[in-house]
């Protein structure tokens, strides 16, 4: 059974930053690409980040680009998140996502695993 638990959102200013986790567990994610999404309300499901397990590839969807940073701990099974120069309009729930196979992928469709989501507030 395939865990990916989030942690570390919550309320920042225009400007800050704040740090996102992500927990898995369950199988090896050697062989696998992992990425964040978020979801505004009334909007639809958006790639944010995703890294390469096993050859810590990493690549960003344009709106975050310079601003965001995808990392993994391969002794502890996680990904972060860490989001600077945080904006307005990237409030939104932050989900995890994995995918069962390894390559480029940036659409939910391709996900096969997906955590609860945390919710993260930029005030103006």
């Known amino acids: 059974q395939v865990q990916l638990v989030e942690s570390g959102g919550g309320l920042v200013q225009a400007g800050g930053s704040l740090r996102v986790s992500c927990a898995a567990s369950?199988?090896?994610?050697?062989?696998?690409?992992m990425a964040w999404f978020r979801q505004a309300p009334g909007k639809e499901r958006e790639f944010v980040a995703a890294?390469?397990?096993?050859?810590?590839?990493?690549y960003y969807a344009d709106s975050v680009k310079g601003r965001f940073t995808i990392s993994r701990d391969r002794a502890k099974n996680t990904v972060y998140l860490q989001m600077n120069s945080l904006r307005p309009e990237d409030t939104a729930v932050y989900f995890c996502a994995a995918a069962r196979f390894t390559g480029v992928k940036t659409t939910a469709v391709e996900y096969d695993y997906w955590g609860q989501g945390t919710q993260v507030t930029v005030s103006s």
């Open positions: 890294v390469v397990w096993s050859v810590d590839h990493t």
């Open positions: 369950g199988r090896a994610f050697s062989s696998s690409t």
